[in-house]
């Protein structure tokens, strides 16, 4: 009896599944999917594991969480589209100078042409995980620090005391503002920093115009750039003439 | 009896995934295009790195592919585009591409060149006090240049490193690719003779970032290849030959 049952049941067994196995055909079929779509972006020249981007066809983004560590001034994007499209600029074309990315808001779009002739643009947005620049202030509220240069020698340190700098100091930049947003940009030498909470304003005959830019005293706002984050002092210093 | 029937659970999970789709894109692997040059010799002379340099600061870095054979502009110097890089004061320093490696050129980038500086102090003893660490004769026999490149035929995995090889026993205590003469101590009584480059016959081992295997060596970084230089001699003008074998084994015993 056992001896027959369970082949009996095997069979059984085999023809349930059969059966169960490729039933559900008659799926309802979904919407037909855009010919044009961005189905994959990461970001390939770092070490290791690529850095995927997240692509939202809702609003037509692609998104990359960037980790300040790697120091990354160029992008070089590994982009999949939909079967027969293709993506302009190219796959593997660089995003060259994030830093201008960063400071001057340059907008990287990539449009997407699918084999039917339909055209989708995405917009990178590239999001940095990097702690931010904070400046400690050199004046108060109520009293405004005055710094004294001689007309002669035009020679003046101002140190600046804060947190989120880098010892890379092509990942930095500085500049004075004065109280209509003009603004005068300070170089950069290895000498401007003491560590990563301390730098050093250096201010020479070199800065001709922001010396040229007033006659006895004048107050500036600064603002510190790091990679991808930027702060400016809350109140002005004052550089008077003597 | 049990055994006999041991079939049916494969043959029921073959049942199940049968059915499943295949969803997401087709991609068709595209296979890579060989790329760059061949195994063979290359000399590149004369190549324009940074003509203004001066002994008082770094000069503008040079990148260069030794896959493809050619120079790689500053703008990619986050990818894999290039192999080593002609860097710091007089182009002197040769860092690989290797983003693993802070504070170096290629650093957060895919860079995965190594470089070293292969040692040979019997035949460094024809042209160098291997005691004091400065050449004995000069200027050095321009014939130990090619003997010395050609008696590099393999390469010694365990000695590659991520960081540059620079001048020799300057700032430092490792050995370089050339001697560089601070004060002109070589040459007293000619002031003309203080602040000049003498490369050496020495030849540096490349993992290139797709992993092949290079030698490299400097013959000069004055234009028109000098073999006794001097102030009046322009630098910033790099001449070396490397030999590249693009099959992926480790033999370097290459010729033309």
């Known amino acids: 009896m056992n001896k027959h049952l369970r082949p009996l049941l095997s069979a059984c067994c085999i023809a349930a599944l059969l059966i169960t196995a490729c039933t559900k055909t008659d799926t309802i079929a979904p919407p037909e999917r855009s010919q044009s779509r961005m189905l994959e972006y990461k970001i390939v020249n770092v070490q290791g594991d690529p850095i995927i981007g997240t692509i939202n066809d809702e609003d037509s983004s692609i998104t990359v969480y960037l980790p300040f560590y790697l120091q990354l001034l160029t992008l070089e994007p590994e982009i999949t589209v939909s079967t027969g499209a293709t993506v302009s600029p190219a796959s593997g074309t660089l995003v060259e100078d994030l830093l201008d990315v960063f400071r001057n808001g340059r907008e990287i779009k990539y449009i997407v042409t699918g084999k039917d002739g339909s055209k989708k643009t995405y917009t990178l947005n590239i999001t940095v995980q990097q702690p931010p620049v904070v400046l400690e202030e050199l004046s108060t509220a109520e009293s405004i620090r005055n710094y004294n240069v001689r007309s002669t020698t035009l020679s003046l340190r101002i140190t600046l005391q804060g947190s989120g700098f880098s010892e890379n100091r092509q990942l930095m930049k500085m500049e004075m503002v004065d109280d209509e947003g003009n603004i005068y940009p300070l170089g950069i030498a290895t000498n401007n920093f003491n560590d990563t909470q301390s730098l050093n304003i250096n201010l020479s005959r070199n800065d001709q115009d922001l010396f040229n830019s007033f006659e006895t005293s004048k107050t500036f706002r600064i603002r510190v750039y790091n990679y991808a984050r930027q702060a400016i002092t809350q109140y002005p210093i004052q550089i008077t003439k003597t | ?256």
């Open chain 2, 1 to 256: 009896m049990q055994k006999k029937h041991c079939w049916i659970f494969p043959l029921s999970l073959l049942l199940l995934t049968a059915c499943s789709k295949g969803s997401g894109p087709n991609d068709t692997p595209v296979e890579p295009e060989p790329s760059g040059v061949k195994t063979g010799v290359y000399r590149v002379v004369n190549l324009v790195a940074d003509t203004t340099a001066n002994s008082s600061g770094n000069a503008v870095s040079m990148y260069y592919s030794l896959e493809e054979n050619k120079v790689v502009p500053e703008s990619q110097r986050q990818t894999g585009n290039w192999d080593i890089v002609f860097y710091g004061i007089y182009n002197s320093s040769v860092f690989p591409n290797n983003g693993a490696a802070q504070g170096s050129p290629g650093y957060g980038g895919p860079g995965k060149a190594q470089i070293y500086l292969v040692t040979d102090r019997e035949f460094d003893a024809q042209y160098y006090d291997t005691t004091n660490f400065k050449p004995h004769t000069l200027p050095i026999p321009q014939s130990l240049f090619p003997v010395a490149f050609a008696a590099v035929k393999t390469v010694d995995e365990s000695r590659f490193r991520t960081r540059d090889i620079g001048l020799d026993h300057f700032q430092g205590d490792q050995d370089g690719w050339g001697y560089y003469d601070f004060y002109g101590s070589l040459y007293p009584d000619n002031p003309k003779k203080a602040h000049v480059v003498y490369t050496m016959p020495r030849v540096m081992i490349v993992k290139t970032h797709k992993g092949n295997y290079a030698k490299v060596m400097i013959e000069n970084i004055y234009k028109d290849n000098p073999a006794d230089p001097d102030r009046d001699n322009k630098p910033g003008f790099v001449t070396f030959t490397y030999a590249i074998n693009k099959e992926g084994g480790k033999n370097l015993d290459i010729k033309q």
